[in-house]
C-alpha cells in the first residue's frame, strides 16, 4: 500500500502568488483530513471530508483558504493569495471510519507539504 | 471543549535511559479515546496507540508503554532503554464521544544522544 501521498513535498513561492496543495489518500478511506503545523500553534486541524463531502471547515483561517475532493481519491487545499504566515506544513491524512463495527481514528498521514511563502 | 497539554516541549537523554512523556488532557466527555502518535524527522506522523477511557489498565508494547490514570486526566508514555531511533517529536491526541476529529497536543521532541 502507497500510504497517503502528497505533493509537492516543498513548495516556496511568493507573496501573493496561489498555491495548491496535493493529496491521494490511501484507498478505501471514508475520510480525510487538512492539518496544518507550526512551532507556535502545533498541529491544526484545517478541514476534514467525510466520502468527499466537507464536514467542518471551521479550522480554515481565511477565505483565503479552500479545500476540494472531487473524487475518492483526490483532494487539493488552495491558498489563494498566499501570504508570509501561511508559511508551515501542510499534512494530509485519511482513516476508515468504521473498521469491523466501530470507529476508527488511526490517521494515515502524509509526509507532508512544507510552504514557505516569501 | 478538549484541550491536550504536553508540558513538556523538550527532553534529551542518553542511549539507554529510560524516559517518559507526560500528557494531560481536558474534556467534558464520559468517554473518550486518547492517543499517541510519533513523528521521526522524515515528517509523517505515526499512529502509536489508541485507548478507550473505560480501559485503564496499562498497556505495554516492546519498549514502549503507557500509564494513563483517569483521576489526574493523564496518559504517560515510557520508553524503555531508549536507543538513537527513538529520536522523533511526540504528540498526544484526544478525540471526545462528541467530536469526530482528534486534538492534538503541541507535541515533545525527543533526543536521544548515542
Known amino acids: 500500500d502507497a500510504g497517503v501521498i502528497q505533493s509537492p513535498r516543498h513548495e516556496v513561492t511568493e507573496m501573493g502568488q496561489e498555491v495548491t496543495l496535493r493529496c491521494k489518500p490511501i484507498s478505501g478511506h471514508d475520510y480525510l483530513f487538512w492539518y496544518r503545523q507550526t512551532m507556535m500553534r502545533g498541529l491544526e486541524l484545517l478541514i476534514y471530508?467525510?466520502?468527499?463531502?466537507?464536514?467542518?471547515d471551521s479550522g480554515m483561517p481565511e477565505d483565503r483558504f479552500s479545500a476540494k475532493m472531487p473524487n475518492a481519491s483526490f483532494s487539493t487545499l488552495k491558498i489563494q493569495p498566499s501570504e508570509p504566515r501561511d508559511s508551515a506544513v501542510y499534512f494530509c491524512?485519511?482513516?476508515?471510519?468504521?473498521?469491523?463495527?466501530?470507529?476508527?481514528?488511526?490517521?494515515?498521514f502524509g509526509s507532508g507539504t512544507q510552504l514557505s511563502v516569501l | 471543549a478538549q484541550k491536550v497539554t504536553q508540558a513538556q516541549t523538550e527532553i534529551s537523554v542518553v542511549e539507554k535511559e529510560d524516559v517518559t512523556l507526560d500528557c494531560v488532557y481536558e474534556?467534558?466527555?464520559?468517554?473518550?479515546?486518547l492517543f499517541w502518535y510519533k513523528q521521526p524527522p522524515s515528517g509523517e506522523l505515526v499512529f502509536l496507540i489508541r485507548r478507550n477511557s473505560f480501559d485503564e489498565q496499562n498497556e505495554i508494547s516492546g519498549r514502549y508503554s503507557w500509564n494513563f490514570q483517569k483521576s489526574t486526566s493523564s496518559f504517560n508514555f515510557t520508553i524503555t532503554a531508549s536507543q538513537v531511533v527513538d529520536s522523533a517529536v511526540y504528540f498526544c491526541a484526544l478525540r471526545g464521544i462528541l467530536y469526530s476529529t482528534l486534538t492534538f497536543g503541541k507535541g515533545t521532541m525527543l533526543l536521544v544522544s548515542p
Open positions: 474534556t467534558r466527555d464520559t468517554t473518550y479515546y
Open positions: 491524512a485519511s482513516s476508515l471510519g468504521r473498521d469491523r463495527g466501530r470507529t476508527n481514528e488511526k490517521l494515515f
Open positions: 471530508f467525510n466520502n468527499n463531502v466537507p464536514i467542518d
